[in-house]
């Protein structure tokens, strides 16, 4: 069964540093996310990605957050200069409908800021 | 904007006993309900989605749930559980419009031997 992968499983940077997570989709959806849980927080929405741009965003994702399809398969989460809060488990999703289809998502990625 | 409740932060019960994790949920607008599972040390898991239709919504692991609209409820049920079941369960909610979905904070099912 397709599924979305993530790396690093855990990266660990300094404050300050910019960091970029990496996802791999599932080969035929066409809409990607980006969420984050912050240790003992709920699960929240980052991002969403579609043709190319972004569709909705969330007042956390401020100018210190992009995202990128670099390529056919890849999708990226860029943060430009860390912050201790930023320590976090991002989790990447897609899908291939916007409304009723379900967001599969990826094991997460562990971001350590130190 | 829509929001979850999940009343239990922990849920211990028996192997092989019934449990139901509760879940309610606010909206001014038509949404899609879901119930996500998480296993220690892996992603999101979906179990289930209620998107419209019969109000009974069966999903994997022998999980099924029920919306009810007039009490805002999605409420999980599995008559009999298992060591495997051992995770944290997650509601959602989204916004028949919305790309993004929006989680409750989570119950943790223990499952005692």
């Known amino acids: 069964e397709p599924e979305v992968t993530q790396t690093p499983s855990h990266q660990v940077t300094q404050m300050g540093q910019e960091v970029i997570l990496r996802c791999v989709p599932i080969?035929?959806?066409?809409?990607f996310y980006w969420y984050r849980q912050i240790l003992g927080q709920k699960v929240e929405f980052l991002v969403s990605?579609?043709?190319?741009?972004?569709?909705?965003k969330s007042e956390i994702f401020d100018d210190q957050f992009s995202v990128e399809r670099p390529d056919g398969s890849n999708f990226t989460l860029k943060i430009r200069s860390t912050k201790l809060e930023d320590s976090a488990m991002y989790f990447c999703?897609?899908?291939?409908?916007?409304?009723?289809?379900?967001?599969?998502f990826g094991p997460g990625t562990r971001l350590t800021v130190l | 904007a829509q929001s979850v409740t999940q009343l239990d932060s922990q849920v211990p019960v028996f192997e092989e006993a019934p449990v139901e994790l509760r879940c309610n949920y606010s909206s001014s607008v038509s949404v899609y309900l879901f119930w996500y599972v998480q296993y220690p040390n892996q992603g999101l898991q979906l179990l289930l989605k209620?998107?419209?239709?019969?109000?009974l919504v069966k999903g994997i692991n022998g999980f099924e749930a029920e919306f009810n609209k007039s009490q805002t409820s999605f409420h999980l049920r599995k008559p009999s559980v298992h060591i495997s079941d051992t995770a944290e369960y997650f509601c959602?909610?989204?916004?028949?419009?919305?790309?993004?979905?929006?989680f409750g904070k989570g119950t943790r099912l223990h499952i005692l031997p």
């Open positions: 999703a897609s899908g291939t409908l916007k409304a009723t289809d379900t967001q599969y």
């Open positions: 209620y998107l419209s239709g019969s109000t």
């Open positions: 959602a909610v989204k916004g028949a419009r919305d790309d993004k979905i929006i």
């Open positions: 080969s035929n959806h066409l809409y």
């Open positions: 990605f579609y043709n190319n741009e972004i569709s909705e």
